[in-house]
């Protein structure tokens, strides 16, 4: 195998999978355990999904619970950074958003966990592609503009390239340095996928 052929089948697909757990791992921890202060508008549509300082309500949180936000309490709460998302979703009219804030964050933590590794990596490619996508949609589809802000620039394209990376591991896979290689004993070259070598072609008779 050549040094570009090496490269890659095992280098590309590494590298893609390590940039890809360096930048989830940090945005899904930082949403799973931060905690941000909720107030006016925002604290009346979070705690109209069900959200709490101290948890959910799953009451309010469960699918098709719909309150009205004007007829919560508007004072600042502080609860977990993940429900920035939920506000995104309830904006959008999404159903339970306060679970799909907790979906996004596990989402990119846990799938940031599986990328680094090479484990169930095209799963987790399938996982967060669909993370990005839906991010791309909900903030970064409306602000698309020549002349946009910077602020909107950068996130809008980084969601973009987060999304199309995901979605090369999801259909070129993780390659053969990770753990989804060694368990599922992807084949060499010049063996078959039983582990045996080849059979060799039988010449053509005279």
Do not use: H
């Not at 602000?143 to 999304?163: I, N």
């Amino acid at each position: 195998m050549g040094m570009a052929a090496a490269a890659t089948n095992q280098l590309l697909p590494l590298i893609a999978r390590l940039f890809l757990c360096a930048a989830f791992l940090p945005m899904g921890w930082q949403k799973t355990f931060g905690m941000t202060t909720y107030s006016g508008r925002d604290a009346q549509v979070l705690r109209a999904a069900g959200v709490r300082s101290d948890g959910l309500d799953w009451n309010l949180a469960k699918p098709g619970t719909v309150l009205a936000p004007e007829s919560q309490d508007g004072a600042p709460f502080e609860a977990r950074s993940l429900y920035t998302v939920s506000l995104r979703c309830a904006e959008s009219g999404m159903p339970s958003p306060a679970v799909l804030g907790w979906a996004a964050a596990l989402t990119e933590l846990c799938g940031a966990v599986m990328m680094g590794l090479g484990f169930f990596a095209r799963l987790a490619g399938f996982a967060l592609a669909i993370v990005m996508g839906v991010a791309f949609w909900l903030t970064g589809l409306n602000t698309l503009a020549w002349s946009m802000p910077m602020e909107d620039y950068l996130r809008t394209w980084t969601q973009a390239g987060l999304f199309f990376m995901s979605a090369t591991v999801l259909l070129a896979g993780p390659g053969r340095l990770s753990l989804d290689a060694v368990l599922g004993g992807l084949p060499k070259s010049g063996r078959s996928a039983s582990g045996g070598k080849r059979p060799k072609p039988k010449q053509a008779e005279e």
